[in-house]
């Protein structure tokens, strides 16, 4: 039986992998990376630098090109999907081209595999297709949510409070969820935070990596600066991946 593991690599520290991720590292014979083009080479190099680091000499490479998709789509439901679809064809093309009978290999997923990242789904597609079987296992990562909390030394949630996790397209269409304070914000492309200028931001970007950049404040203070500085950063690097945690004040 084949085997491959989901591996949670972090927010973008090399220091964020966990004993168990680079043990797993170190049995995967094949490691499977998907191309997002030039402008995100530098998530492609991360993956490298763990694998020279923590993989075994003989290790193999299988590379994929991810498919495109409109990123600000009028049915965004649909075009996930279709994006999904396409994806796992690659994926499991690549898993029967690459991975041998009794071999180990790994998906180097950034930040934690369960929070808004598709490979698990992905993966259960290909398997409910049934062309190919193997086993997976999937192994956490620290996610640009814990990163974030950690770089501004705050609690995600206040004393017998709850927090709620969701996205910057669901905060600009249904307003500040019912019954919460605290909200954690990711994929934000409209930066849907602006609304609330009563509340304030722990903002965050490359979260973990050299070009990190951190910000907080009022939002009515700091919006300003905060939209400024994510669009120079957008047209310096091609790309740009950010969360934030906004809080109502006591």
């Known amino acids: 039986m084949r085997k491959i593991y989901v591996i949670g690599i972090g927010a973008g520290d090399p220091d964020h992998l966990t004993l168990q991720a680079a043990k797993a590292i170190g049995r995967t014979d094949v490691f499977f990376l998907m191309d997002k083009g030039q402008t995100k080479e530098s998530m492609i190099e991360l993956r490298r630098r763990l694998l020279k680091a923590y993989a075994r000499p003989s290790r193999r490479i299988a590379e994929g090109r991810d498919p495109d998709r409109d990123r600000a789509p009028a049915d965004y439901p649909d075009t996930v999907a279709d994006w999904r679809h396409r994806r796992a064809a690659v994926t499991e093309a690549l898993i029967t081209e690459h991975l041998l009978d009794g071999e180990t290999g790994a998906f180097l997923v950034w930040g934690d595999p369960s929070l808004y990242d598709s490979t698990i789904a992905i993966l259960k597609e ?3 297709r049934g062309d190919i079987t193997f086993e997976y296992e999937v192994i956490p990562g620290i996610s640009s949510v814990s990163a974030l909390a950690a770089k501004h030394r705050i609690g995600l949630n206040r004393v017998g409070r709850p927090v709620q996790i969701t996205t910057g397209r669901r905060l600009a269409d249904e307003g ?7 909200v954690v914000v990711m994929l934000d492309a409209q930066q849907a935070f602006t609304s609330h200028p009563d509340a304030d931001v722990y903002w965050g970007a ?4 050299p070009d990190e950049l951190l910000a907080s404040g009022p939002v009515a203070n700091v919006a300003d600066d905060i939209l400024r500085t994510r669009a120079e950063a957008r047209e310096r ?3 740009i991946m950010d969360t934030y945690l906004l809080r109502r004040p006591e």
Request: no cysteine; net charge negative.
């Open 237 to 239: 690097h091609g790309w």
């Open 176 to 182: 500040w969820p019912a019954g919460v304070d605290d």
């Open 206 to 209: 490359y979260v973990g990596t």
């Open 126 to 128: 290909i398997l409910d």
